[in-house]
């Protein structure tokens, strides 16, 4: 019985881990090799793919333009979500439920839709190709969620915690950064790591709106194909790097992502 118990879950992790394994797999092959031999590990092993991505500065460049703009997004978008989200949490005003349903229908519509305003609007003021353009622009879809789930954290702290701390005077400012804040840091830090995924892997809005200074890495990925076909193991390679950021983050916000999951707001 005890066998049964670890099997399955161990059968499930290789199962998902299956596609990751083979990705690294590719990266230390030629093209050639994956287009010709069928093999669980590479037959001519090479650096050659990891060698062009951190001397060409068209690749690595890639990753240093998303990582900016992903980071300039999630501090944009959960600054402006935590006023929004504890409004909601502790006042009740006329509209409120509908405009917080409002906010998470900005949420729900595919990017595509606003990829040619965004175009249009950037353009015209001189943000397109910018970082900061794709950040602001990933925020229509980041503050609604951010501000969904911050609202689920911060209604679940007492409202007596605010009284208190008024009577012990403290000032609004005060309270909400020295004592509020730390008390939903879970939140925060679940938030943040949902709007950084988005914003990483998001790729419609993030081609639109750069041309060369600011293309992400996704982009660049894109644009691998040569005479010859796709170069493949570039492509794995790079891949490979984008997997980094996200696996980082997971890490440091772990215990927070439990704790999203048991409150149920992720």
Known sequence: MKKIKWLVPTVYIIFLMLPIYWLLNMSFKTTTEIINVYSLWPKDFTLENYVTIFTDSTWYMGYVNSITYTVFNTLISVSAALPAAYAFSRYKFLGDKHLFFWLLTNRMAPPAVFALPFFQFYSSVNLFDTHIAIALSHCLFNIPLA??????????????????????????????????????????????????????????????????????????????SSTSGYELGLLAAAGSLTIIPGAVVIYFVRNYIAKGFAMGRV
């Open 147 to 224: 501000v969904w789930i911050l609202e689920g954290f911060m209604s679940a702290v007492p409202k007596e915690l605010d009284e208190t701390a008024y009577v012990d005077g403290y000032s609004f400012g005060r309270f909400f950064f020295k004592i509020f804040i730390p008390t939903i840091a879970a939140g925060i830090g679940i938030t943040m790591f949902f709007c950084f995924m988005f914003s990483w892997v998001e790729l419609l809005l993030a081609k639109t709106l750069t041309a060369t200074v600011a293309k992400p890495i996704a982009a660049i990925m894109t644009r691998t």
